[in-house]
């Protein structure tokens, strides 16, 4: 009679973290309702862009403007993370967030129509994410206990899915009912909770015991220094970069939408939420992830049917016609896929670098961490809107997927050592 909830619990997510570690549960919560007024306001840029300039190149120029303050900040703010109280410097880059939302709502509600403004606030707002998110990051393996980081991994993932399901969703039924206003009011609303959550948290100082220095070039060359000695935590990053540089599509969601899949704001929404929507589900039945040893080799399987997915999609969009039902919907399913195997990829990649990584450089780590993962998209918004402009949006996809399936192989095939990592006897 025992059976059917060992089953379950072995297959749905594991939810220990948030009945153990009340910080964590504060931080997640509050984390899981900012993160949809984020994902909100990311897909709303790129429709405001597009509906001023028609320029699937000028979408992707939003990428450039967020990822240069993002390398910038991001290790400097990684720094920041290991000198300074945690919480603190988590609390005051949320605020700087929030002021920076209700900004960019302004410049709606006021119609001013300025691209220009619109790089300058998405810049400022990427580079107090790059001092929030390694903040953020660096405080969960201090109060969670090593044996649930993946599932608190795990957990943090399905939140963000479902910010990536539910934000380009209400971007499209916002923007399309209520214009772009709207859409940035209730990011405005909901960071509230991204304030809240950080409040709630205990102090987080750094060791002294540890040596910390102040933060500068010195301590974050310290930390890259580390980072070039430790292959297993190096790959990582690297086999990220092969997914988000190459074979990331959301760039391509507006024209798509508006030439081929016979849509407009709401199409754009339903294909990001495709995209989640595989995210969600992986998060769902993560639970066997715990108990997973080959945590490296699992990072190349899923980087690859990553890419194979986009490509899949791409392919699609080259071959169906224009127009036909069915053809959206294929698309959001393999782009469901793509989701599903970021999601898996991403708890396993979280995981080593969290175990792998002492505590006095873990902020340094995460910085570079967030570099790499909010950065990586940006660059390939980029690429890909660059790569559409002379192909069309359908090659793009189909050779950016390629791409990825082909440079991560080649990395693994470089570092064998990582597809042998064993999460039960990690070596960085």
């Not at 880059?93 to 709606?108: F, G």
């Amino acid at each position: 009679m025992s059976s059917p909830p060992v089953t379950r619990r072995r297959f749905l997510a594991d939810t220990t973290p948030l009945r153990e570690v009340p910080a964590f549960r504060w931080l997640w919560i509050g984390q899981s309702l900012a993160g949809i007024g984020t994902q909100l306001t990311v897909v709303t840029v790129g429709l405001q862009v597009y509906a001023l300039t028609s320029s699937t190149f000028s979408v992707g120029l939003v990428g450039i403007f967020a990822l240069v303050p993002l390398v910038g900040l991001g290790l400097y703010g990684g720094a920041l993370v290991d000198v300074h109280d945690r919480r603190r410097v988590a609390l005051l880059a949320s605020l700087a967030l929030w002021v920076l939302s209700i900004a960019i709502a302004v410049q709606a509600w006021l119609h001013v129509d300025s691209v220009g403004l619109l790089y300058g606030l998405v810049a400022l707002q990427s580079a107090a994410f790059a001092v929030n998110n390694p903040a953020r990051s660096a405080i969960v393996p201090g109060i969670v206990p090593r044996e649930l980081l993946p599932a608190a991994n795990a957990l943090s993932g399905t939140t963000n899915a479902v910010a990536l399901t539910v934000g380009p969703l209400l971007a499209g039924f916002l923007v399309g009912g209520w214009g772009f206003q709207a859409a940035y009011t209730v990011d405005a609303l909901t960071f509230v909770a991204a304030l809240a959550g950080v409040w709630r948290l205990p102090p987080m100082r750094p060791d002294a015991a540890a040596g910390a220095r102040r933060p500068g070039l010195r301590s974050v060359l310290e930390g890259m220094t580390f980072l070039g000695t430790r292959p297993n935590i190096r790959m990582t990053f690297l086999a990220d970069l092969c997914a988000m540089v190459f074979a990331m599509p959301r760039v391509l969601y507006p024209a798509i939408a508006a030439a081929e899949l016979g849509g407009g704001a709401r199409t754009v929404g339903v294909l990001g939420a495709g995209f989640a929507l595989g995210s969600v589900l992986a998060g769902l039945f993560s639970g066997p992830l715990g108990a997973v040893r080959r945590q490296g080799a699992f990072v190349v399987g899923c980087v690859s049917v990553y890419g194979a997915s986009v490509a899949a999609f791409g392919l699609v969009l080259v071959l169906a016609p224009d127009g036909d039902a069915w053809k959206l919907w294929l698309c959001v399913g393999l782009l469901a896929v793509s989701g599903a195997a970021d999601a898996v990829s991403a708890v396993f990649r979280g995981t080593i670098l969290q175990v792998a990584t002492p505590d006095a450089l873990r902020g340094r780590l995460q910085g570079v961490f967030i570099v790499v993962v909010a950065g990586g998209p940006r660059l390939g918004d980029l690429v890909l809107g660059s790569a559409a402009g002379g192909v069309g949006e359908g090659l793009a996809a189909l050779g950016g997927g390629l791409a990825c399936v082909a440079a991560v192989l080649a990395l693994a095939a470089w570092q064998r050592g990582f597809l042998r990592y064993d999460a039960r006897h990690p070596t960085p």
